[in-house]
């Protein structure tokens, strides 16, 4: 009785091994992967992954076959391992997407046959489409799309006869025009399959806000996001936008200090909205970069909630979920506002507090503002200010703050950007009996001619303060404008200049101008690509008389597109010249090149005699033509499929040939 053995073994296969082009061709898909997955992949990953491609890429050029087994399953067990110990799990958006990029490059140490390149292809394919998922912007996309390319090339190339021989070039060119065809299906498609509201399926996402702006402030939290240059909002006006002193853009209030850092208080997000009476307003739009958060940042003062969103009691706006895609908010705002101008006693005693055993110094200095102003609140608040325009400056890599970060900071160092500002004027205020609070959001923007837009970047950030007034309510003192009032005049680019900003760049008309004009194609891209959502779809049937379509009536425009788009299809491809193969072809050009010189092949007559009566008739080129009749011959009949260099020669024969008319 023979027993039963498991094997790790592979069984050998009879298929054929891949051929070096197909090989390279699945390299370069691979590459791509890579490349498109490199923006949110670990960098020792990224560039473990790339060795590992390069390496098995060098081993099979130089008559390698796949890896052994000993080497595989460590390799897989090590991939696994990292992916596990950099995000504490397995499952999810970035932990998924490392592990099937790993997987995918690993795949290429057994892949020697058609079956393993086709297993890579498809699974390339889905891990080029899930980098969508980190990114759907006009570059990224154009990245995966371009990643299709090779993908297509190498399925091609593994149903050629001789590959190797055919030029890298015509292994592409076929494959873009297929996909040029495709592209009026595809738009069709994009605009008329039924869209969902809501997400099929749902996947864990990154806990960390991209929008620069964090619910807790603490002096040199903000320094990567003072030179982070990407857009976080764009604002388009209804009227003539505010001047720039005015575009404060509101996200966080904060009363907590607990001698470290500011966080919102606790007591803000049970209360209704404060009451406030508002002056001149301002209509915008406003669409906001995914954040992966809910702060939606609104023009100060926002007088109403955007639909879908919620204001809290300090006037700041909460959107009721997620904000993972681009999306656009409709705002009310006042420029000139009084806002809650009384002021409960629990919100009071919640903005004076302050940590005991911080700022000795500061209270010392508060307490003499006290003495000399008396009841004048403003005096007082106008002193702070004027402390900062006399002794300070203002950039963006202070010396690093000590324990009393406020006795420090006011005392020692005296430099540093907005939010050192807004939190020792914040605690003065409070220092000296003025109610006051600590403001986050943005400021400034850069106005896009171009697209008439304010743009707003994540270095836009800024930290001001709020103090309460008697009659006057709460009442924005930006204690950053009293150092360098570039910062609010001119934008963060200007207050900057010399410390890390880009201004210098943007002195050049032309730059400014190819800035604006890349804006607003990122512009175009995000509100009818990314933002063509289900709403705006049910009304895309609006300028034919329907109001809002529903899913029958996109379906049933979708289904007869479709009919008329493949009808289309075969009628091209019944009525078109066929030519047969590429032997075929050059055989046609050769007939056509004869024909205009008087010799035309006559109905049921053969190519060997045919050509035979052409040498005839033209003995100029007698020799030329019998030896393109045996390559033909030889070509068409002495194999299954004609040798690719035996086409390649009659081809470039036909191509030489210089047929002239015999004049008598």
Sequence with gaps: MTRFRPSLRRKPSSEPVLGQRPFDLLCLTMGFVLLVHAAHLPWWLSAALAIILAARWRQRRSGGRNAPLWLKMPLIGLLLGAVIVQNGTLFGREPGSAFAVGLLVLKLLESEHRRDARVGIAFACFALM??????????????????????????????????????????????????????????????????????????????????????????????????????????????????????????????????????????????????????????????????????????????????????????????????????????????????????????????????????????????????????????????????????????????????????????????????????????????????ARVVTGYQGGYWNTTGSYLLVRRSDAHAWSEVWLEGRGWVRFDPTAAVRPERVQLGAAAANAGHGGDEGLLDFPWLRDLRDRWDVVNQWWNRGVIGFDALRQQGLLQPFGIARAEVSDLAMIFALGCALLVAAALGWALFQRREGDALDASMHRLQRKLAKVGVSRRTGEGPRHFLARAARALPGQRNTLERLSELYLRSRYGHDEPPPESVLRFRRGVKELKARRVVK
């Design 130 to 435: 899930s980098a969508l998922l980190f990114d759907q912007g006009l570059v990224a996309s154009f990245f995966v799309c371009l990643g299709i390319l090779p993908a297509l090339a190498t399925l091609r190339s593994l149903e050629e006869v001789e590959p190797q021989a055919t030029p890298w070039v015509r292994e592409f060119t076929p494959v873009l025009l297929a996909l040029l065809a495709a592209v009026p299906l595809t738009l069709f498609a994009f605009l008329f399959v039924p869209r969902l509201s809501t997400p099929l399926w749902g996947t864990p996402q990154s806990s960390q806000a991209v929008t620069g702006l964090s619910n807790r402030l603490s002096p040199g939290d903000m320094l990567d996001l003072m030179t982070d240059d990407t857009p976080a909002l764009r604002v388009t006006f209804a009227g003539d936008p505010p001047p720039n002193a005015a575009r404060y853009f509101r996200a966080y209030t904060m009363q907590s200090f607990d001698g470290k850092g500011w966080s919102p208080g606790f007591r803000n997000g049970r209360r209704p909205p404060s009451p406030a009476d508002y002056g001149s307003q301002v209509v915008y739009q406003l669409s906001l970069e995914p954040t992966h958060d809910r702060v939606v940042p609104l023009l100060d003062l926002p007088t109403a909630a955007p639909a879908d969103t919620v204001m809290r009691a300090d006037h700041t706006v909460q959107a009721k979920h997620r904000i993972d895609e681009v999306t656009s908010f409709a705002g009310v705002a006042a420029t000139t506002y009084r806002l809650e101008p009384t002021l409960d006693d629990d919100v009071r005693r919640e903005n004076l507090q302050l940590p005991m055993g911080i700022g000795p110094r500061a209270r010392a200095l508060a307490a003499s503002w006290v003495q000399r102003y008396g009841d004048d609140r403003a005096a007082i608040a106008r002193a702070s200010l004027a402390l900062f325009h006399t002794n300070f400056s203002y950039t963006l890599a202070p010396e690093p703050l000590g324990r009393d970060r406020i006795d420090d900071f006011l005392f020692e160092t005296r430099e540093g950007y907005c939010e050192h500002y807004a939190s020792a004027f914040t605690f003065l205020m409070r220092a000296a009996g003025l109610p």
